[in-house]
C-alpha cells in the first residue's frame, strides 16, 4: 500500500490529542486540531464583547488545550518553532476541512455513543481511502464502525498511543473486523519508521496488550505489599532503575499518571474479564480503595501515595502514605540486604537473577510478583496475542521496562523457574511445560545473528519479524561478533565492513578504558575497514568525562599528570576527526562534556531525536578542554557574519556552554549548533545504529578524504573580550553568577576570543587546543573547582559556590 501521510487532523484536543498532534508535528506533519465549541462566552469573552459567533470564543477549548499542553514539562515538541505545524479549529466550522487530510485521528471521550456520533459527521467529509483510526484504550475496536460503510470500516482501526506520546515508546495497532491487511500493514511501518515507535500489532481485547498485563502487574503487586507489610517507600526502592523498570517505579508512576485512571481501567477490566483465570487480582486492594475513595489521585489532586509539603519559610517535604493508618508520614530511607550487596554489579541481567534469589524480605518480594506475572503471561497466549514478543515489546514499551516478562524469565532460566514458581503455587500454562519437553531451554535464541521467539503452534523458532532493519547490539553479543574489548568498551564488527565501539561504564563516562576503546577501533577500522560507528544501547550515549581520576589527581595537586591527561583526551578526539576513515557518532538521551566533544569531532552525527546535548563543564568548575570550546568557536567562525551580528552569534554560543545549556532535543541541538547540515536525526532508537552503518558506508562510497587540520580560525580577540567582560560584570553584580562562577567564564572568554588579541586574527585548532589546557588546568587548582567536583562525586547533586 503506497501512501503518504502530509496532513493529519485529530479530534480532540484533551491531554492525549493535544499531545498526538504535537508528535505529528515534531516529524514534520501538518497537523488540524479541532475540538467542541464552548456553550456561550466565558467572562473574561463577555467583557470583551464577544459573542459564541467569535472565532475567539469558539475554538477557545482546544486553543486552551493545546496551550496547557505546551506548558507542560517535559515539552511535548522538539523545538517551539513546529508549534506552527498546528492549525486549530471546532467540529462545528471546521470538520469539512478533512476532506483535504490524509488520516483523521479520533481522540474524544471514551463513550461509545458519542464517538459514533462523531465518526457519522467524519463520514460526511473525508476523502474515500482516508484512515480514520481511534486512540481508545477501552472500547473495543469492532463497536465503533457499526453502521458506517464498506470503506470506512476497511480503513478503519485503532491506532493506541501511550502517555506521553513523545517520550513512551508504545504505538498499538489494533485492527476491526474488516479493516484491509493492507491498512495494518502501513500502520505498522509508519508508526516505526515515521512516529518513531515501538509498532505493536493487538488483538480487540480488553485494554488490549500493554495495559492487560501493566494494570495487572501493578494491581497484583499491590495485593502482594500488602500481604508482605511492605512501605510505598521500600515498594519505589525495589520496583525502579535496579530491575530495569521506570525510575518513577511503582507508587510515583501512579502518582503522574493518576491514580483515577489505573482504577477506572482495573474496574472495567474486572468487570469484563469474566473468563480470567486471575479476575480477582483486579479488584482494588485496600490502600486503592481508600485513596481512590478519598479522591487522592496524586499529582492532579496535590497527594496520592505521595503529598509534597510546602511550608512557609519555602521548604519543601516530601512524606508518604502510611498503609495503616492512612496518614503521611516522612519518606523512609529504605534498605535491604539484598540491594546492599548487589551494588557492585553493573550487568542488569546478572543483578535481576542475583535479587530474584536473594533471601531476604527484597527476594522474596521480587519471587512473589515475577512469578505471578510469568503465570498470568503464560495463560494470555493466544487470547491477547500469538506470539509471546509482542506481550514483551508492548509492556517494555509502554511501561519503560528493560526487559518484557518472557525475557526476564529467560534471564532467571526457564525451566529453574518453572519449578520455583510451581513451589510457589503459581504453575504456568500447558505450553510452557510441552515448550521444555521437546528441550527448548528458552522463549528466545540468536541463530544466525538474528533473534528468534518460541512459536507455540509450530513448536519450532522463528525469527521476530521487523527486526531486519535494526543493529542490535545485544543480537552481535550472542551472534559472537565481538573482535576487541577492555573493562570499558566493546567492538563489534557490524558487517559490510564496518566496525561499531560500545561503551559500558557507569553511566557510560569517559575514562581511560574508553579512550583506549576509541583509540584501537580507529586504528582497526583504518587498517581494515570502510569506516567507525560509535554508538551504545546504554540508558544515555555518555554524562561525560570520568571525574573521579581528575579529583584524584587535582586533590594531589598533580598537574602535570592532569595535563597529560586531558592532552590525551584532545588527542583522541583529534584522532576521531582526522582519521583515514569515515567517523561516525549515535548519540541518544545524555550526550553532555566529553560525551559531546565527541560527537562534535565526528565526521557525521547520527542523532536520535531524544538528545539532550550540551558542554556542561561550568558546573563542576571547568571549561570544556576535550576539543569542545575549539570546535564551537571554530563553527562560529564558518558562518560568521561581519558587523554587530558577528558579536551577536558569538555571545550566543559562549552563553550556551558559559550557563551549561543543553539541549532539550535533537532539533534543538541543531539550533544551538551543536548539530550540523551534515548530521542526521533517526526518530526510532532502535534504528540508530543500523542508519550510522549507512552513513559510514555512504560517505565511505562518496570517496572519503581524510580532513585536515584548519588553520583558519578567526577569533575577534580584544573587541570580543571586551563585550564578554562587560556581561560576565553585569551578571555577577546582579547576583546572577558566584565570583567562581564569573571567574570560569572569563576562562571561556579567553579561549573563544584567542587570547588579548589587538584585532580579529586566524588561528589554528591546535592554538585553540592549548588554549583550553591552560584554562582546564589553573581550574583544577581552584579550592571552589575541587568543592563542586566532589559535589557532583559524593553527593549526586551540582553545587553553587
Not at 335 to 359: H, M, P, W
Not at 665 to 679: I, T, V
Request: with cysteine; aromatic share 10%.
Amino acid at each position: 500500500m503506497k501512501k503518504s501521510i502530509k496532513r493529519v487532523a485529530v479530534l480532540g484536543s484533551g491531554i492525549m490529542g493535544s499531545r498526538i498532534a504535537c508528535h505529528f508535528a515534531n516529524i514534520g506533519v501538518e497537523v488540524l486540531l479541532l475540538d467542541i465549541v464552548p456553550k456561550a462566552p466565558n467572562e473574561k469573552e463577555s467583557k470583551k464583547g464577544l459573542s459564541i459567533e467569535s472565532k475567539e470564543v469558539r475554538n477557545r477549548i482546544v486553543n486552551d488545550a493545546l496551550n496547557s499542553t505546551l506548558r507542560a514539562k517535559p515539552s511535548p515538541i522538539y523545538d517551539k518553532e513546529f508549534v506552527n505545524r498546528i492549525t486549530t479549529g471546532n467540529f462545528e466550522d471546521d470538520l469539512p476541512k478533512i476532506e483535504q487530510y490524509d488520516w483523521v485521528i479520533e481522540v474524544i471521550i471514551e463513550n461509545l455513543e458519542i464517538k459514533q456520533g462523531l465518526y457519522e459527521k467524519v463520514e460526511k467529509y473525508r476523502t474515500p481511502g482516508t484512515l480514520v483510526t481511534s486512540n481508545t484504550s477501552g472500547i473495543p475496536i469492532h463497536l465503533m464502525s457499526d453502521n458506517r460503510s464498506q470503506d470506512f470500516q476497511e480503513n478503519f482501526a485503532g491506532t493506541h498511543f501511550f502517555n506521553p506520546p513523545r517520550y513512551l515508546r508504545l504505538f498499538e495497532i489494533i485492527p476491526g473486523p474488516k479493516t484491509k491487511p493492507e491498512v495494518i500493514d502501513f500502520l505498522m511501518d509508519y508508526g516505526d519508521r515515521f512516529l518513531g515507535k515501538e509498532t505493536v500489532l493487538c488483538k480487540d481485547t480488553p485494554a488490549f496488550i500493554a495495559n492487560r498485563v501493566g494494570v495487572y502487574a501493578i494491581i497484583s503487586a499491590i495485593h502482594t505489599i500488602e500481604k508482605q507489610g511492605l512501605s510505598v517507600s521500600e515498594v519505589d526502592k525495589l520496583t525502579g532503575t535496579i530491575i530495569g523498570r521506570a525510575k518513577s517505579a511503582t507508587f510515583r508512576t501512579l502518582d503522574v499518571v493518576g491514580l483515577d485512571t489505573t482504577v477506572h481501567v482495573a474496574n472495567n477490566l474486572y468487570k469484563v474479564l469474566e473468563h480470567d483465570e486471575s479476575r480477582d487480582r483486579f479488584k482494588l486492594p485496600k490502600s486503592v480503595e481508600v485513596l481512590n475513595e478519598n479522591k487522592w489521585y496524586g499529582d492532579k489532586s496535590g497527594k496520592g501515595f505521595f503529598q509534597m509539603i510546602r511550608h512557609e519559610d519555602g521548604r519543601k517535604e516530601l512524606k508518604e502514605i502510611d498503609f495503616q493508618s492512612y496518614e503521611y508520614k516522612p519518606v523512609e530511607k529504605p534498605k535491604f540486604k539484598a540491594l546492599e550487596a548487589s551494588k557492585g554489579i553493573d550487568d542488569l541481567k546478572e543483578r535481576i537473577k542475583f535479587l530474584v534469589n536473594f533471601d531476604d524480605k527484597a527476594g522474596k518480594f521480587y519471587r512473589a510478583i515475577f512469578y505471578d506475572l510469568f503465570r498470568y503471561c503464560s495463560f494470555r497466549i493466544p487470547e491477547i496475542a500469538d506470539e509471546l514478543y509482542r506481550i514483551d515489546q508492548a509492556v517494555s514499551a509502554g511501561f519503560g521496562w528493560e526487559y518484557g516478562p518472557f525475557e526476564n524469565w529467560d534471564i532467571l532460566g526457564a525451566n529453574a523457574t518453572v519449578k520455583a514458581m510451581e513451589e510457589a503455587g503459581e504453575k504456568p500454562a500447558d505450553w510452557v511445560y510441552e515448550m521444555l519437553a521437546a528441550g527448548h531451554t528458552s522463549f528466545y535464541k540468536v541463530e544466525n545473528g538474528k533473534k528468534h521467539y518460541y512459536d507455540i503452534p509450530s513448536k519450532s523458532y522463528k525469527p521476530i519479524p521487523g527486526l531486519e532493519s535494526f543493529l542490535l547490539l545485544d543480537t552481535l553479543k550472542a551472534a559472537n561478533k565481538k573482535i576487541w574489548g577492555n573493562e570499558g568498551a566493546t567492538l563489534y564488527d557490524l558487517g559490510d565492513e564496518v566496525i561499531g565501539l560500545e561503551f559500558h561504564t557507569k553511566m557510560n563516562s569517559l575514562g581511560q578504558e574508553v579512550v583506549e576503546g576509541i583509540n584501537t577501533a580507529i586504528t582497526m577500522a583504518e587498517k581494515s575497514y570502510k569506516g567507525l560507528v560509535i554508538g551504545n544501547e546504554g540508558g544515555n550515549f555518555s554524562a561525560g568525562a570520568n571525574l573521579a581520576m581528575l579529583y584524584m589527581y587535582a586533590g594531589d595537586q598533580d598537574f602535570d599528570e592532569i595535563n597529560l591527561m586531558i592532552a590525551q583526551f584532545q588527542d583522541t578526539m583529534l584522532r576521531a576527526r582526522f582519521s583515514s576513515v569515515p567517523v561516525v557518532v549515535a548519540p541518544h538521551n545524555m550526550a553532555l562534556g566529553g560525551g559531546c566533544e565527541l560527537s562534535l569531532h565526528a565526521d557525521a552525527v547520527q542523532a536520535h531525536a531524544e538528545l539532550y546535548m550540551g558542554l556542561v563543564e561550568v558546573g563542576v568548575g571547568l571549561i570544556p578542554a576535550g576539543g569542545g570550546t575549539k570546535e564551537m568557536t571554530m563553527r562560529f567562525s564558518k558562518n560568521i557574519e561581519p558587523g554587530d551580528v558577528e558579536l551577536n552569534r558569538l555571545q550566543e554560543t559562549f552563553m550556551n556552554i558559559a550557563t551549561a545549556k543543553v539541549s532539550t532535543s535533537a532539533a534543538e541541538a541543531y539550533n544551538m549548533g551543536y548539530l550540523e547540515q551534515k548530521d542526521a536525526i533517526t526518530i526510532n532508537r532502535k534504528r540508530q545504529l543500523a542508519e550510522a552503518k549507512e552513513k559510514v558506508i555512504a560517505l565511505y562510497d562518496a570517496g572519503y578524504t581524510q580532513p585536515i587540520e584548519r588553520k583558519d580560525i578567526k577569533v575577534l580577540g580584544k573587541s570580543s573580550l571586551a563585550l564578554f567582560e562587560t556581561g560576565i560584570s553585569g551578571m555577577r553584580y546582579g547576583a546572577y553568577i558566584s565570583e567562581h562562577d564569573a571567574k570560569i567564564a572569563q576562562k571561556l572568554a579567553w579561549i573563544m576570543s584567542g587570547g588579548d588579541l589587538s584585532s580579529p586574527t586566524e588561528v589554528s585548532e591546535r592554538y585553540l587546543l592549548d588554549l583550553e589546557r591552560e584554562a582546564f588546568l589553573s581550574l583544577t587548582g581552584e579550592k571552589k573547582t575541587l568543592e563542586r567536583i566532589h559535589s557532583i562525586l559524593f553527593k549526586g547533586k551540582p553545587l553553587r559556590n
